[in-house]
């Protein structure tokens, strides 16, 4: 729920500062013999373009189902989707060995494969917990839940 709620803030503020972006005008000198500065928005592409795309994009992920999300990159975004699948594809050929290594790591949290990889692990546990209190929390009744502490 605060991941919904941080993400809509962003997009807000991007829509913002687009809308900002696009009644300010040109910089760029006119084509008139004055030269003054232009009053119509550029039309060049520009970064509230790509801020644009990429706020559709962020949107899309968010917003979203995963089934839905998947067809619509494996018809706008062929490469992505390729990558996809040889990542998924991996972890089935791996599933084994990286469950046995994630058991060894909470059996023995000092164990040391890599410094990459107990900081990955770290993080990995502490959004799992992160995760689960949430869980908790919303599991309980709503009047044991303390609103405003």
């Known amino acids: 729920m605060a991941l919904l709620l941080c993400s809509l803030y962003i997009i807000l503020s991007l829509n913002m500062e687009e809308e900002a972006i696009a009644t300010a005008p040109c910089e760029a000198p006119c084509e008139a013999p004055c030269e003054a500065p232009c009053e119509a928005p550029c039309e060049a592409p520009s970064a509230a373009t790509s801020r644009a795309a990429d706020l559709d994009k962020l949107t899309l992920e968010l917003l979203m189902n995963k089934t839905n999300y998947k067809k619509y990159i494996e018809k706008t975004d062929p490469k992505k989707f390729i990558e996809r699948q040889d990542f998924l594809a991996r972890v089935r050929k791996y599933r084994r060995r990286i469950l046995a290594l994630t058991e060894e790591y909470l059996e023995n949290p000092d164990t040391g494969v890599s410094l990459d990889m107990n900081q990955a692990f770290d993080d ?26």
């Open 124 to 149: 990995y546990v502490k959004s799992a917990i992160r995760y689960l209190e949430d869980m908790d929390i919303q599991s309980r009744p709503l009047e044991d839940v303390k609103l405003f502490v």
